[in-house]
Nanobody, 111 residues
Framework: QVQLVESGGGLVQPGGSLTLSCVASGGGLFSGWAMRWYRQAPGKKREWLATYGQTTTYYNDSVKDRFTISRDNDKRAVYLQMNNLKPEDTALYYC?????WGQGTQVTVSS
């Protein structure tokens, strides 16, 4: 059983930054997992943002110049640093590993 808990969301002004965190429990050796971030805005499909494999990162082209995924295997955590946030980044952000999802953390970008 894997549990993923996201945190770090909030209200931020356009142009601001946030760092989201996701801490995992259960499921064995964390360093062997590929971890992903997704988001879902109201009325829209869930959108993949970034993946951190064992050593390699991948990004959706729509965010690759502004978002950075990182991980700390000792803390069983994965992070998403988001810069130059825009109103269209407003969404519920989810951490994912395989079939497991966190509950999401809300990011709202508004002045």
């Amino acid at each position: 059983q894997v549990q993923l808990v996201e945190s770090g969301g909030g209200l931020v002004q356009p142009g601001g930054s946030l760092t989201l965190s996701c801490v995992a429990s259960g499921g064995g050796l964390f360093s062997g997992w590929a971890m992903r971030w997704y988001r879902q805005a109201p009325g829209k499909k869930r959108e993949w943002l970034a993946t951190y494999g064992q050593t390699t990162t991948y990004y959706n082209d729509s965010v690759k110049d502004r978002f950075t995924i990182s991980r700390d295997n000792d803390k069983r955590a994965v992070y998403l640093q988001m810069n130059n946030l825009k109103p269209e980044d407003t969404a519920l952000y989810y951490c994912n590993r395989d079939d497991w999802w966190g509950q999401g953390t809300q990011v709202t970008v508004s002045s």
